[in-house]
């Protein structure tokens, strides 16, 4: 029959190293939640960013439908001002 070897075991020692690794776990933790602040309050400007973009571009959709009213608008009085007048003789 197999007989395991006597280990001893530094039970202090082993507390202590893993008092540092949940340490190091939650400082981790922390930095991580650091970090997903930092992304998010980067996400918020460029969204931000990205609807200001979209009021710009609906206005500039806006002012070119207006420029192409005006267009219109000054094409047909144009065409009335040259238009011929039945009273006036061609020569």
């Not at 039970?11 to 930092?38: C, K, N, P, V, Y």
């Not at 979209?54 to 959709?61: A, G, H, K, Y």
């Amino acid at each position: 029959m197999w007989r395991r070897p006597h280990v001893r075991v530094d039970i202090a020692a082993s507390w202590r190293r893993a008092r540092e690794q949940f340490a190091a776990l939650g400082a981790e933790r922390d930095a991580l939640r650091e970090d997903l602040a930092r992304v998010r309050a980067q996400r918020d400007e460029a969204l931000d960013l990205v609807r200001q973009l979209q009021v710009c571009i609906q206005e500039r959709w806006r002012a070119e439908e207006r420029c192409r009213e005006l267009y219109r608008e000054r094409d047909i009085a144009r065409a009335q001002a040259a238009q011929r007048n039945d009273d006036t003789p061609l020569h």
